[in-house]
């Protein structure tokens, strides 16, 4: 995965998320969460606080990303984006598939969607889009799910052009 459009990708990535720090443990979870499922979350995820968010940590949250508040998400993506480019995440790919269908909600989901992205700028969330239109130049992404990221990539660009997200 290391072509020129990668490159490119993940120096936008860099410029796009800065690497914010993690929220408190109470701020994590997104506030539909029930008390007991919300106090599971926080717990795996504060094995991480201070340390890499890396490969282990992605693999944990990317089936939970439904379950995440705004500030989790801001604090998440920077190093959720870096790893869905590395030959890690296309060894398993469950972590970029999951990404993708977490940004192109059905109708019944999308309010909760934008809530989780609301602390995202239009910077970041025109990154989100190139990282999707990455995904379809991917072989294997085109193939396997076109229609989630086409409809990701809709999602994403109706909302940036309702003016959304702040510059």
């Not at 106090?39 to 606080?49: A, K, S, Y």
């Not at 890499?52 to 500030?71: C, D, N, T, Y």
Request: net charge negative.
């Amino acid at each position: 995965m290391s072509s020129p459009d990668t490159s490119r990708l993940a120096e936008e990535i860099d410029l796009a998320f800065p690497i914010v720090e993690m929220p408190k443990g109470k701020e994590l979870p997104f506030q539909a969460l029930d008390g007991l499922e919300a106090e599971h979350l926080v717990n795996d995820l504060e094995q991480f606080r201070g340390k890499p968010f890396e490969g282990a940590a992605i693999r944990l949250v990317h089936q939970e990303m439904s379950h995440l508040s705004a500030k989790a998400w801001r604090w998440i993506l920077p190093h959720y984006l870096r790893f869905c480019l590395t030959p890690e995440a296309e060894y398993n790919r469950m972590e970029t598939e999951f990404l993708i269908y977490s940004l192109g909600p059905d109708l019944p989901f999308q309010r909760d969607t934008l809530q989780r992205l609301s602390l995202l700028t239009a910077v970041q969330i025109e990154c989100l889009v190139h990282f999707l239109e990455w995904c379809l130049d991917n072989k294997y992404w085109r193939d396997y799910c076109p229609n989630n990221i086409t409809k990701a990539i809709d999602f994403l660009r109706a909302n940036l052009a309702s003016g959304r997200f702040s510059r």
